[in-house]
């Protein structure tokens, strides 16, 4: 199992910056995969962007060239670097981890960009 809590949501206004990280129970040394979702009120989940164990990533279209995702073996936490915000980035975003068979998810942490 794998706990995931996240952190470095808010309010910002557009054009602005934020960095989420999302602190994991474990190592994350040997999850396969971990990526981070949003999920707009009304909408449904969306994949953002999600790094493999090997560091191959992917982003959401919609993100490419302004979100940046990384992830820290040592302080076992992922990083959602967030620039160039613009208000349709508001949602609730989720960590996730796919280890053992299972998919694990954090609590959400709000971002809110104003126009």
């Known amino acids: 199992q794998v706990h995931l809590v996240e952190s470095g949501g808010g309010l910002v206004q557009a054009g602005g910056s934020l960095r989420l990280s999302c602190a994991a129970s474990r190592s994350i040394f040997s999850i396969n995969y971990m990526g981070w979702y949003r999920q707009a009120l009304g909408k449904q989940r969306e994949l953002v962007a999600g790094?493999?164990?090997?560091?191959?990533?992917d982003y959401a279209d919609s993100v490419k060239g302004r979100f940046t995702i990384s992830r820290d073996n040592a302080k076992n936490t992922l990083y959602l670097q967030m620039d160039s915000l613009k208000p349709e980035d508001t949602a609730v975003y989720l960590c996730?981890?796919?280890?053992?068979?299972?998919?694990?998810w954090g609590q959400g942490t709000q971002v809110t960009v104003s126009s």
């Open positions: 790094m493999t164990r090997g560091s191959n990533v």
């Open positions: 996730n981890a796919r280890a053992g068979g299972g998919y694990y």
